[in-house]
């Protein structure tokens, strides 16, 4: 669940830990290359994903829905890509990330489907609910390795979706999230996916004061203008 950006051969690793930018944040910034920290998060990731991936697959096979096989296809890439992910140059363990990465990820689990009638017709929901996750699944296999839920510089991603924003993986939530609360309106639905899409957001700046350390990225930045909304954000 996460848009990290990464540059592939010798000269992007050793580009990548370029003099931190004099923030707070930059404090907070981890350059070790491995942390048995690291690890833990991995088991823990992979673990929790591959629950999710049972629970899920079991739904696609009851239903048969082209939307439950997208969600199948994003949680199984999150195990995949978690599991050969590369080891980080640079990771934010700062509070801050940490808790904007647990809100962004509390917000899908939290939702109750179903409590009220839809404000659009349930094909067009699920088509737009099928544009986001597509869009989710095409990112993350843009980042491949590079992949990761906390705040860090897995090296310097510019291909695939990462041409349009710099958080495509972001932008495929964002419509998922809204096409669900059209099928599923209600004040909690809507809170929860609030204040998880606000955090995801917020963490999209976050990554960016991590990964800006890094004269790549810096560059990359001024051709992609849009971290997540083109026009908006």
Not at 52 to 81: D, F, H, K, P, Q
Not at 165 to 194: K, M, Q, S
Request: hydrophobic share 50%; charged share 15%; glycine share 8%.
């Amino acid at each position: 669940m996460k848009s990290l950006l990464v540059a592939e051969g010798a000269e992007g690793r050793a580009t990548a830990v370029a003099a931190p930018i004099a923030s707070a944040a930059a404090a907070h910034v981890d350059y070790a290359p491995r942390d048995p920290a690291d690890s833990l998060a991995r088991i823990f990731i992979v673990a929790l994903f591959s629950f999710m991936v049972v629970r899920i697959g079991a739904n696609y096979l009851e239903t048969g829905r082209l939307t439950g096989l997208l969600l199948l296809a994003s949680e199984a890439l999150v195990v995949v890509l978690t599991v050969f992910r590369r080891v980080p140059l640079a990771v934010d363990r700062s509070l801050r990330a940490r808790v904007l990465t647990t809100l962004a990820m509390m917000g899908p689990p939290l939702v109750a489907p179903g409590v009220s009638s839809p404000v659009v017709d349930d094909a067009l929901s699920a088509l737009f609910g099928g544009v986001g996750l597509s869009v989710v699944v095409v990112g993350k296999v843009s980042l491949g390795r590079s992949f990761g839920l906390i705040p860090a510089n897995r090296g310097i991603v510019s291909t695939g979706l990462y041409r349009l924003v710099r958080h495509p993986i972001y932008l495929g939530y964002l419509i998922t999230h809204v096409a669900f609360v059209a099928a599923n309106p209600g004040p909690w639905n809507l809170l929860v996916l609030l204040i998880s899409d606000v955090a995801l957001l917020a963490r999209a700046v976050c990554e960016e004061e991590t990964l800006s350390q890094d004269a790549k990225y810096r560059e990359y930045k001024t051709r992609v203008r849009w971290r997540v909304v083109p026009g908006l954000f």
